[in-house]
């Protein structure tokens, strides 16, 4: 198989606070971190043992959830997927490492990443960014 595991859910939060809230007061969901960089937030919540993990982030346009799978080496498995009749529709980057997004034929959201930052996750845990009055 070319995915190694299903490790995020990217899910649109506008109103990061108000999502945060959400998910850790309702959802009783844990949070793990929360950063501002590059002008955006980004919040790790862990709503169930073990992964996926639940990523919020304020800066995704459309209004869908995108299932984030790990893969060995991105450029290998895009080219691979690309023979196939994949078409990647956008290359973003979550703190673990670089991703390329695409669609199924009924429109979901789907994302394939490289960890080339296995530490991260670790090393934000904990980290909590506080809102600016210019952020």
Request: glycine share 6%; with cysteine; charged share 25%.
């Amino acid at each position: 198989m070319m995915f190694e595991s299903l490790d995020f859910l990217y899910v649109p939060a506008p109103d990061i606070e108000a999502s945060v809230k959400y998910y850790t007061e309702v959802l009783a969901g844990q949070l793990l971190w929360k950063i501002h960089a590059y002008g955006v937030w980004v919040a790790c919540v862990k709503l169930a043992r073990g992964k996926p993990y639940v990523l919020l982030a304020d800066h995704i346009e459309r209004k869908d959830m995108m299932l984030i799978y790990r893969v060995a080496d991105l450029d290998d498995s895009a080219a691979k997927l690309k023979s196939r009749g994949w078409k990647e529709e956008n290359r973003i980057e979550i703190p673990p490492g670089p991703c390329c997004t695409f669609r199924d034929p009924a429109g979901n959201a789907l994302v394939i990443y490289e960890n080339v930052r296995p530490f991260i996750m670790q090393e934000f845990k904990g980290k909590i960014d506080k809102p600016t009055r210019a952020g």
